[in-house]
């Protein structure tokens, strides 16, 4: 950790009440910055402001509609004057075999994943594109952006969207000197992935996939989230990083038998 790596720094992360989201506004708070948390359930983001303390600023958001995203931009904007940092982290699942798969399941699944990173990349751009130093946004994907699943085509789909709107993003909001990049995080042991984790069987199998052996933790997964955030990744758009402890190439277990 690097104490004021991002001293005077204004952040914004979406998803910042739980998971990951959680722990990259943690890192961020402990490296100096400012961050205004957005989620949707207000009680954790009550809980994390009483963790985390008056640099943290609670922005109750639903990533899906527009004028909740544009809102909590505006509460940065009005509170602090400009917009350094976002990281697009909030994301859902609702998946079922295709055959089986509700559409509004594939439309709750999809608009949150992939639309809601398009709605909050699309308002944080317009708050930092007359920053002298630009700005950056970190979209974070999954590795399900290159593998796909057993009843998650939803997930799997909006994930791959959330990769190929990242090099969009880079490609477009350069020229106001904004990187836009992608962590694609492999099985990580977050409140969401619980059912998982503790499927002692599943596990058994999921473990011959990951060559370092284990799930990560939401802290392997902040970590170069703002190792892609900082300056030491000045020169870096456009691109893609997979922290899945090498689960990518061994590809991805049959987990049929356990859905």
């Known amino acids: 950790m690097n104490a004021g790596r991002f001293s005077g720094k204004i952040v914004f992360v979406t998803g910042a009440a739980s998971g990951i989201g959680k722990e990259i506004a943690r890192q961020f708070l402990d490296e100096g910055a ?13 809980i994390a402001q009483a963790e985390f303390g008056e640099q943290f ?21 009005s509170k602090f004057g400009r917009l350094d940092i976002a990281v697009n982290n909030a994301g859902v699942s609702r998946g079922a ?8 399941a594939w439309d ?23 920053n002298k130093d630009g700005g950056v946004i970190v979209n ?7 593998v796909p699943m057993h009843t998650g085509s939803g997930y799997a789909s909006a994930k ?35 059912r998982r984790i503790t499927n002692l069987p599943l596990m058994e199998v999921w473990m ?20 892609l955030a900082s300056d030491a990744a000045r020169y870096i758009t456009g691109t893609s990083l997979v922290v899945d402890g090498g689960w990518e190439i061994t590809g991805y277990p049959d987990l049929s038998k356990f859905t």
Do not use: C
């Open 34 to 46: 400012t961050v205004v948390g957005g989620d949707i359930s207000e009680e954790n983001l009550a």
């Open 57 to 77: 600023t609670p922005a109750i958001v639903n990533v899906t509609l527009e004028n909740n995203v544009e809102d909590a931009i505006g509460l940065a904007m």
């Open 97 to 104: 075999p295709i055959i089986d798969l509700e559409e509004s």
């Open 108 to 130: 709750f699944t999809v608009d949150t994943v992939l639309k809601g990173v398009f709605l909050s990349t699309k308002h944080e751009a317009r708050a930092m594109k007359d």
């Open 140 to 146: 974070i994907a999954s590795l399900n952006a290159h």
């Open 160 to 194: 791959a969207g959330v990769e190929m709107f990242t090099k969009s993003s880079a490609l477009e909001l350069a020229k106001y000197g904004i990187r836009v990049n992608a962590v694609l995080p492999g099985l990580i042991d977050t409140p969401l992935t619980q």
């Open 208 to 227: 011959t996939r990951i060559p370092l052996g284990r799930a990560g933790l939401p802290a392997d997964v902040a970590e170069p989230t703002l190792f």
